[in-house]
């Protein structure tokens, strides 16, 4: 199993352009999250999908947009890049049994600039 | 949560020593808890968890300690290595589609 990969691993924007992220996982989980990390921060949650089809904002939503269309991908869109954007993205995907907790599996992280 | 801010706080400790890291969570309402660590240039990785009804956890050289009193966890790690030298996370979350809420982390410095 490869676990959850992410695509691309490192992006230089200008101002103003757009791109998508891609999240990958093989382990048919339910459940799957975008964070945000900035220097000397932890992990900020921008958005999450409980399920194939379903979206929710998390604590910093503004300026992104998700799809799940697949079970498998989550994909986190920037419409218009700002430089206060620039940071290191990390999803993550979990298996939540009957509503119980449970730890979440991390990708290997995007590093964006934005000039 | 821990301190916040650009400067993580950092904890130096001699290979073979015992290393404790320490986190302030935010809501008496969370009810489970998870240590991640995290290397340079990678995602977090999951060392260990515990629910609201345990107030330690053991794992293969690591504990974890709960004190809900006065919403403080720890992380023991015992005979520290260097390939322990990482930023470790601590993350809680409550009833809510398991979302956890991060910590901003302490680096671990091991010295050989």
């Known amino acids: 199993n490869a676990g959850v990969t992410q695509t691309p691993k490192f992006r230089v924007l200008k101002t103003g352009q757009s791109m998508t992220l891609l999240c990958a996982q093989d382990?048919?989980?339910?459940?799957m999250y975008w964070y945000r990390q900035d220097p000397g921060m932890g992990l900020r949650l921008i958005h999450y999908s409980v399920g194939e089809g379903t979206t929710a904002k998390g604590e910093v939503p503004d300026g992104y947009n998700v799809s799940r269309l697949k079970k498998q991908n989550f994909l986190l869109g920037l419409e218009s890049a700002a430089p206060s954007q620039t940071s290191v993205y990390f999803c993550?995907?979990?298996?939540?049994?009957?509503?119980?907790?449970?730890?979440?599996?991390f990708g290997p992280g995007t590093r964006l600039t934005v000039l | 949560g821990e301190s916040v801010g650009l400067h993580l706080p950092t904890l130096s400790v001699q290979e073979g020593d015992n290393s404790i890291i320490n986190c302030a969570y935010s809501?008496?309402?969370?009810?489970?808890f998870i240590w991640y660590k995290q290397e340079s240039g990678k995602g977090p990785q999951f060392i260990i968890d515990i629910r609201s009804n345990m107030d330690k956890r053991q794992g293969q050289r690591v504990t974890v300690l709960l004190n809900k009193t006065v919403k403080h966890l720890s992380l023991q790690i015992a005979a520290t290595q260097p390939g322990d030298s990482a930023v470790y996370f601590c993350a809680e979350t409550y009833h809510n589609f398991n979302k956890f809420y991060f910590g901003s982390g302490t680096k671990l410095n091991v010295k050989p």
């Open positions: 809501n008496s309402a969370s009810d489970y």
């Open positions: 382990m048919n989980h339910e459940y």
């Open positions: 993550a995907s979990s298996y939540v049994p009957g509503g119980a907790y449970n730890e979440q599996f």
